[in-house]
């Protein structure tokens, strides 16, 4: 077994290495790197061609991200619009300011419930509280039902993507997983055999636990409503035969009116799984006597969140509706996956969220985990600009920086801070390229080139060579030629 | 080539090409002497800003950006033979100066930036010209760049130009709007990935058997150079304007 299979990834971004550490293992194992690139190459290129058939696609972004920039803007209003029509349509509504709140929420929820087992709709907020483990150590039995995370719970492995959890196991990694956790010794790795499979194993829970646990793509302010899209319709079964259903969200996922969904539903599909309609969508308010849950839930996560509604540039970030199209393009999430983010949100919404859901106190290395391509903002469905974020992001961490006394052993911090006094004057910029010069001899190989670097320059030449300093710049040999010519 | 009215233009070569690259600032003065464009230097050019604003160092990219706007000001065209330094004065100091400058220097940025442009832009978009008379009789293929595609939006214009270049074999680049990986700082903050990124770039380069690989950023082109190089991988890069300036007379500076 590789060395790579045994490194646990650490998801919490208090404890989680930093990403150019965290990196290393993953590059350094091919399977992964193949099945992230994979999964992604098939996902971008469904989501591609349904963008292509859409004539009005730029103008329904700009309406998608003019619905979440409107709802942010007001989010107060309409999120007590929201506790108001939930409750009048008997469902509870509850705040939770940060992880440890929601948590202990759900769990007096569910001791009130006096159940000892949940089963579970796909949630990526209830990752990013950890939930599962906290249920687990308070002796409640916890049970994915969307297929990825039935794959994961049983694998004991991390979600590497927020749409696709699983995307970084291929099928024969999910046989092995199925065919050792289920005892099925002779399993096949057909999709249909695995499916088969994970159904057998989920009927039975359906079947027999009474309450369940959601996240919500969108929290309806006008009607007091919740919406969970989803491929395999396993959420459906948790909303149809439980007793009793907790749903959690985040404050950001408010729209004011349910004719939103027109614009979102359709931007969302075709961002996250390249499908013109996603296969089920379920959209409820409150509890329906003789349909559905008699007990409703609804837990409004902060967690960080209010804090990034101030200033503009930053609040563009909550916009975020969950697409996951940003890291499906991502040239950096392509040859990492997921795991290296060390937060359940990876790639260049990640990126952005996860160091502002910390305060800026962890995940510093995030906003640096990008080459700044654009790529991200070009598909994003609601027109986060990701680049200029990140940007943001990384002002932030050098002005961190430059409070710290360990500012002046940094390489990097010492050679910008020094180039910007060089480029203030000319005389010193010209001065410093003739020492460069001179200095650079001692380090250029005869073919005219530099194979080796100290410092920070050899995180260059690791990989790189560089060409060695030229004779003469180009403002020297302009003067030069203008003496000549006079 | 029809007749062009005499163009001032002021260059402004980019710290990192007048330190590293000096070839691609003598091939934009041939290449645009040779279309009528008089040209001019300002002596005490240094830098845009784009490797602090990029790593987070904003007041000291706003200094650089102040620095730039002062020297340029009074500009009648400013070229500018790197993709990424122009998106960073387009895209970035709008932002800074919003943020740190004061009216006047906005007021003046503004009546500046219609002006500014990138080299294949000024080509096409400005003097009006496609076939600049050059002769380049290798296999060529065409990293488009990050800032090209998404920021600049140069779209056809480097193909328009190469299409017209005598002698040259255009190759077709797989996956041409995938980042090669440089990132500036990137590069070295996160090395691993970086290379990761420049491998995977690589693999399509190479695949379509070109001799040279050209772009209008010669930082892509030191990373993708630099890695050509490590790999003895037979393949050189070529700033576009060193295509461009190359004719049957005095064919492109080669740096081997």
Request: hydrophobic fraction near 40%; aromatic fraction near 8%; glycine fraction near 8%.
């Amino acid at each position: 077994m590789s060395h790579a299979v045994l490194d646990h990834p650490v998801m919490d971004p208090r404890f989680a290495p930093s990403f150019p550490q965290a990196v290393l293992p993953v590059l350094r194992n091919p399977q992964l790197r193949k099945n992230v690139a994979h999964a992604v190459d098939i996902i971008q290129a469904k989501r591609n061609k349904l963008v292509a058939e859409k004539s009005d696609w730029q103008r329904l972004r700009i309406a998608a991200s003019a619905i979440r920039t409107h709802a942010l803007e007001n989010l107060d209003a309409y999120l007590e619009e929201f506790e108001a029509r939930c409750t009048a349509a008997g469902g509870h509504v509850h705040w939770a300011a940060d992880a440890a709140e929601a948590r202990q929420i759900i769990l007096d929820l569910l001791r009130l419930e006096k159940v000892s087992e949940v089963i579970k709709i796909k949630t990526m907020t209830s990752a990013e509280i950890q939930l599962n483990p906290f249920l687990q150590a308070a002796g409640i039995g916890v049970f994915e039902t969307d297929l990825a995370e039935i794959v994961l719970q049983l694998g004991e492995q991390e979600p590497s993507h927020i749409v696709v959890p699983a995307l970084h196991i291929n099928r024969s990694q999910v046989r092995e997983i199925f065919a050792r956790r289920m005892g099925l010794k002779d399993l096949s790795d057909d999709p249909h055999s695995l499916t088969t499979a994970a159904r057998t194993f989920l009927r039975q829970k359906f079947l027999t636990i009474p309450t369940a646990i959601s996240g919500a793509n969108y929290l309806i302010a006008e009607t007091g409503g919740v919406v969970v899209v989803e491929s395999e319709g396993n959420g459906r079964m948790c909303l149809t035969l439980p007793r009793t259903m907790i749903t959690i969200g985040g404050i950001e996922k408010v729209l004011p009116r349910f004719q939103d969904l027109e614009v979102m539903l359709q931007v969302l599909a075709r961002s996250a799984t390249g499908e013109r309609m996603n296969p089920y969508t379920s959209l409820w308010a409150g509890v329906t006597p003789g349909d559905g849950p008699r007990n409703f839930h609804v837990v409004l996560l902060d967690n960080g969140r209010s804090g990034m509604l101030s200033r503009p540039v930053q609040r563009q970030t909550l916009k975020c509706i969950r697409c996951a199209a940003c890291m499906n393009t991502c040239p950096v999430y392509r040859q990492t996956g997921g795991h290296a983010y060390g937060s359940v949100y990876p790639g260049p919404i990640g990126a952005i969220l996860t160091p502002q859901l910390m305060h800026m106190k962890h995940a510093q290395s995030l906003p640096y985990a990008s080459s700044l391509c654009g790529a991200c903002y070009e598909v994003c469905p609601v027109k986060i600009n990701i680049p200029e974020v990140l940007l943001e992001l990384r002002s932030q961490v050098v002005n961190q920086e430059r409070r710290q006394a360990g500012r002046f052993l940094d390489p990097m911090y010492l050679g910008l801070r020094f180039a910007n006094l060089l480029f203030a004057r000319a005389w010193r910029f010209h001065l410093a390229q003739r020492l460069g010069r001179i200095g650079a001899r001692l380090v250029t190989r005869k073919d005219g080139w530099i194979h080796s670097l100290p410092s920070v320059g050899a995180k260059w030449t690791q990989t790189r060579d560089l060409r060695g300093l030229p004779r003469q710049t180009f403002h020297e040999w302009w003067a030069a030629r203008g003496k000549g010519a006079k | 080539m029809g007749q062009i009215s005499v163009m001032r233009v002021s260059l402004f070569i980019t710290c990192y090409n007048d330190t590293l690259y000096p070839e691609t600032g003598r091939a934009v003065v041939s290449l645009l002497e040779r279309l009528g464009v008089e040209l001019d230097f300002h002596p005490r050019q240094t830098c845009c800003g784009q490797m602090h604003a990029n790593t987070g160092y904003r007041g000291e990219a706003f200094s650089q950006a102040k620095r730039f706007v002062r020297l340029y000001q009074d500009a009648e065209t400013v070229v500018i033979p790197s993709s990424s330094c122009v998106a960073m004065i387009r895209d970035q100091y709008p932002g800074l100066f919003a943020e740190l400058g004061d009216e006047e220097l906005r007021n003046r940025f503004s009546a500046l930036l219609p002006r500014i442009f990138e080299l294949s832009e000024f080509l096409l978009d400005r003097l009006g010209v496609e076939d600049v008379g050059a002769y380049f009789p290798h296999r060529v293929v065409y990293h488009a760049s990050c800032h090209g595609i998404r920021s600049l939006r140069l779209g056809e214009r480097p193909y328009r130009l190469l299409a017209r270049v005598r002698g040259l074999d255009l190759a077709t680049l797989p996956n041409v709007d995938r980042c090669c990986g440089f990132g500036g700082t990137f590069s070295v903050k996160n090395a691993e990935v970086s290379s990761a990124m420049l491998a995977t770039k690589l693999q399509d380069i190479v695949s379509t058997g070109a001799e040279y690989c050209t772009a209008l950023d010669n930082s892509c082109l030191m990373h993708l150079g630099g890695a050509l190089h490590r790999q003895y991988a037979g393949m050189n890069t070529i700033h576009l304007a060193q295509i461009l300036a190359s004719t049957e007379k005095f064919p492109a500076e080669l740096t081997l």
